[in-house]
Antibody, heavy 116, light 110 residues
Framework: QVQLQESGPGLVKPSETLSLTCAVS?????????WGWIRQPPGKGLEYIGS???????YYNPSLKSRVTISVDTSKDQFSLKLTSVTAADTAVYYC?????????WGQGTLVTVSS | QSALAQPASVSGSPGQSIAISCSGT?????????VSWFQQHPGKAPKLIIY???KRPSGVSDRFSGSKSGDAASLTISGLQAEDEADYYC??????????FGSGTKVAVL
């Protein structure tokens, strides 16, 4: 059974870069699937951020594309999210996920607050 | 990418059936896309309950069913139970790892 675990700072200052890592266990990140990030502001709906294949192919939500980088480290079975120039609007629970054709398996999520 | 439209809330009494619709401009009739549905209880991660419009993952109750009609998708919950009280999201996959979520529906069991 695949498990995904997010890690990273829970507090980021405005204008700085949000960085999160997702550790994958119970499944090799190189076997198949896309690996991605989804976020949910407090009390609001879900927003797809983007995803990456183990080969390095990426897809980013056009609304965030200019600020997002997703990378993968196959040697560690983990992938990462960087979101630059954050504002309070980026405060959210960030979920890492395994994705294929609409089948999404989720991590437990981690709250990131943007505040000075 | 505009979020898919869902009713903000739907309610029903225990034992009743309810339906949640999912539609929007992201859905082009005749184009390739798949719809999934997720259940989210407060403070928890979403859980996949329907994929590819009508398929249920192993372990998901058969009280949940999905359907497609024209350019819209629907989730039906039959035999409504107290544990079904949660938020429900549809999600459209249109290829090349492109996903768009619905606006979400809060289901209340009266």
């Amino acid at each position: 059974q695949v498990q995904l675990q997010e890690s990273g700072p829970g507090l980021v200052k405005p204008s700085e870069t949000l960085s999160l890592t997702c550790a994958v266990s119970g499944y090799s990140i190189t076997s198949a699937y896309y690996w991605g990030w989804i976020r949910q502001p407090p009390g609001k709906g879900l927003e797809y951020i983007g995803s990456i294949y183990h080969s390095g192919n990426t897809y980013y939500n056009p609304s965030l594309k200019s600020r997002v980088t997703i990378s993968v480290d196959t040697s560690k079975d983990q992938f990462s999210l960087k979101l630059t120039s954050v504002t309070a609007a980026d405060t959210a629970v960030y979920y890492c996920a395994r994705l294929t054709r609409g089948l999404i398996h989720w991590g437990q999520g981690t709250l990131v607050t943007v505040s000075s | 990418q505009s979020a898919l439209a869902q009713p903000a809330s739907v309610s029903g009494s225990p034992g009743q059936s309810i339906a949640i619709s999912c539609s929007g401009t992201s859905i082009d009739v005749g184009s390739y896309y798949l719809v999934s549905w997720f259940q989210q209880h407060p403070g928890k991660a979403p859980k996949l309950i329907i994929y590819e419009f009508t398929k249920r993952p192993s372990g998901v109750s058969d009280r949940f069913s999905g359907s497609k009609s024209g350019d819209a998708a629907s989730l039906t919950i039959s035999g409504l139970q107290a544990e079904d009280e949660a938020d429900y999201y549809c999600c459209l996959y249109s290829g090349s790892s492109t996903y768009v979520f619905g606006s979400g529906t809060k289901v209340a069991v009266l």
